[in-house]
Every structure is written in structure tokens, then in C-alpha cells.
């Protein structure tokens, strides 16, 4: 069951190896691979976090501002791009275990598309994050981008 501290693995400073393809919704593009650097830190007393990615490949950072709903028992995760300046639409979902799977709606390259982020190998030194996107309403998937998190040296897990 997802609580508020689902995401307290995440507070601290991660290296990140991505890995994304050429085109989102081409299962047979290429891939590409290329490092960045991330930062997440709490809000809210762990109900709440929010965490920046540089990517110097993509001349880009992002951030998310996770939230976690206490009525529904949920997590909204709210992207944000710096090149584009747009907050995308929400993925919305929860943990059971240490796997999390968030869904939402979106567009992309003129098409409407379903989303689906996937946290799993939740540690306080790793995690991988994937997206995937459906244009059959989620009957299938095409996962288009892979983040494997992992601590630099001599850095630790941030405290809630």
C-alpha cells in the first residue's frame, strides 16, 4: 500500500544513466545513451518532494514535483521541461511494494497518447525509472526512455 514516504529512498544527490529512444513511439528506433546528474529533496514532511535533473547531452533539466494525495492514497507526479518551459500533464498512481506504476494522458508529436511511468528496484542506493507510451488506450506499450539512478561516491541518502 503507497504511503507518504514512498519516495524517501529518492532524497539526495543521484547519477543517472539514461537511455531513450530515437523516436517515443517507434518500437524499433534506435537507442540512445547518455549520463546526467539528479537532486531530489523533501516537502511536506515526506508527503511531498520535489528533485532536478541536469542532462548536459540535451542541453536540458527537468523537474518533478511528486505529490501525495492522503485521501486516495496516491502520488501525482508533475513534469516539468526546461528548454519547453511546460508543466505536462500529471501521471497518477501508487506503490505496492517497492514498484510504483503512475498513468496519465497526454500528447505527443500530434497524437494522443497514455503514459506510463514505472519505478522499481527501489533502494536508498538505486532505482530504475522507465516511460512507456500507448497510443491503443494501454493495450500496448512502448517504452521509450530508462533511467538507472545510482549514488555518486561518498554520497548518502538525505534524511526525511
Not at 507518504?4 to 524499433?28: A, I, K, M, Y
Not at 549520463?35 to 527537468?62: Q, S, Y
Not at 513534469?79 to 505536462?88: E, N, P, Q, V
Request: glycine share 10%; net charge negative.
Amino acid at each position: 500500500m503507497s504511503s507518504s514516504h514512498d519516495f524517501d529512498f529518492f532524497h539526495g544527490e543521484w547519477q543517472v544513466r539514461n537511455r531513450r529512444r530515437t523516436d517515443f513511439l517507434d518500437p524499433d528506433s534506435a537507442w540512445e545513451e547518455f549520463p546526467a546528474t539528479n537532486r531530489c529533496w523533501p516537502l511536506f514532511d515526506g508527503a511531498a518532494n520535489v528533485d532536478e535533473i541536469d542532462m548536459p547531452h540535451l542541453r536540458a533539466k527537468g523537474a518533478t514535483l511528486r505529490l501525495f494525495d492522503r485521501e486516495t492514497g496516491q502520488w501525482s507526479l508533475n513534469w516539468a521541461a526546461s528548454r519547453s518551459g511546460t508543466l505536462f500533464p500529471p501521471v497518477v498512481g501508487r506503490f505496492d511494494g517497492n514498484r510504483g506504476e503512475f498513468y496519465g494522458d497526454d500528447t505527443y508529436d500530434g497524437k494522443d497518447v497514455r503514459v506510463r511511468f514505472v519505478w522499481s528496484g527501489v533502494s536508498p542506493a538505486g532505482a530504475r525509472w522507465e516511460q512507456a507510451f500507448s497510443v491503443d488506450g494501454g493495450e500496448t506499450w512502448v517504452t521509450n526512455w530508462t533511467m538507472d539512478f545510482s549514488r555518486p561516491p561518498g554520497s548518502t541518502a538525505v534524511a526525511p
